[in-house]
């Protein structure tokens, strides 16, 4: 008879004799000669300490070779990375979206609101030892104007010039007192934005050399504070898979990532750092359909949107919801004003508001078919907002057929995502006539609104204001603001805090350990 067959035999005789026995193992031991002499070994094995990462010997990012540098043409992701360390705006913004100054000492607005005049700091140098003068400010101003990357926020900017006193002079089209905070844009030395790496003031700079180029730290930069590495290596990479790829192999150390990209997911050990962007997700509504024409029921939709589940879920935790058009990260953002949503809200509402009828309406939500995560969301909020006499289904077109049908008013609902610019100037978006105001949503009092909180000296009062306006007519859904990741590999760095543009913000407190170093 087998030692297994005897156990479960024992183990019958003690339980119908009501005496207590040990849980037999799943498996019995190949080695063990009983089952007292495995146990006595299970007793004293204990599981093995996962290894400590293995530091490595330098600081690495990732690079276009054959790319620009210079941060108003070049690239979104790792050439932008790379590029933050060799170049400085006039003002940087931190983690709640706020304007610091950086090149600029200070600014003054006339009368009129529509001019502002820019001091720029003393003392402050370029990486070849010429001074920072307000012609090399102007001459970046126009190119980003003129850029893709830029143009869009510049948009009002009427011209750029320096005066007598070496000061730079904007001229805007219009009133807007959160315009500081557009001005995080990397200026270069003028006429050098040919070379591969523009000169600029920032703490590192472009060396090329024969065993490769790299990043070097910048003896005579004018802030003078500490920076964790002296030189930071550069791995060449082809296209952002490839970049996912380096840092899963580890041979680079960080890796700025929108995680919601239809990329190859990046593998092995790592440490995320959040990004706030002003990125916007949200459900826009055909305001010249029989269903969403009235903003009753679009409050009432609005009710039983679950942003934080959408966030949660179907955004796998990078996102921050969002019940208005404004990140909550930001210090503008009125939480005060919140409320709590529910899809029993929803029902209650829309049956107030007369969609109860029985009589079925079918409903289509746009979204974009090349995005995997709005496509989820769409989904999940479609399903959930499928109540009453309503049935929503999602309909996922090709970008540009998606694109078509927003401009052609063919939609009832849908799925869009904007990335809005620091002001938060909502004009295109919800104002009437505005570029992406596909909904057609027109109201003069969210016009005036919009208008009087760009002029106003107090923006938080007035864009309380616009956004109680736009919390009672409902032009559009917003669901949540999209997070960038910030990866590092484990151990490597401490002290990262990255702001809502740069992942770089307050590089001086950054701790880097690299193996050999007294830091380890």
Known sequence: MSRRLLALLLALLLALTGCASPEEPEEEPEDAMDWGLYQAQADTEKPEEPAEPEKPDAFTLAYYKDSTFDPITCGEGVQQDAAALMYEPLFQLNGKFQPEPVLCDSCAWDETGKVCTLTL??????????????????????????????????RHMVSAAANRAGQVVITLAAPNSGFLTLLDIPITKANT???????????????????????????????GKPLPVQTIRLEDTKDRDTARYLFSSRRIELLTIDPTDNMAAVTGQSETA?????????????????????????????????RGS?????????????????????????KDLERVYSRDDAMTALTAAGQNTGETKELTLLVNEEDMFRRTSAQYIAENLTMLDWHITVQALPWEEYLAALAGGSFDLYYGEVRLTADWDLS???GTGGALNYGRYTDPVTDQLLAEYLAAADRAS?????????????PIVPVCFKNYSVLTYPGTVEGISP??????????NWRIHLSGSPAS
């Open 499 to 508: 702001s809502s543009t740069s992942t770089f913000y307050g590089l001086e």
């Open 310 to 334: 959408t966030a949660e879920a179907q955004l796998a935790g990078l996102a921050l919801d969002a019940q208005f058009p404004v990140s909550p990260a930001a210090d503008l953002y009125p």
């Open 428 to 430: 295109d978006l919800v």
């Open 462 to 474: 007035a864009l309380r204001q616009l956004l109680t306006q736009l919390q009672s007519t409902v």
């Open 193 to 223: 934005e040919h070379q591969l790496a523009p000169t600029g003031t920032g703490p590192y700079l472009f060396i090329s050399g024969e065993e490769g180029n790299y990043l070097q730290a910048n003896a005579e930069w004018w802030q």
């Open 121 to 154: 700091r003393q003392g402050v140098t370029f990486q070849d030892g010429a001074r920072l003068t307000a012609r090399d400010v102007v001459s970046t101003l126009q190119r980003a104007a003129a850029s893709d990357r830029y143009g869009y926020r510049l």
């Open 274 to 306: 959040s990004r706030p962007t002003a990125i916007l997700q949200y459900i826009g509504f055909n305001t010249a359909s029989p269903v969403f024409g009235d903003p009753a029921v679009r409050a009432a939709f609005s009710r039983g949107v679950p």
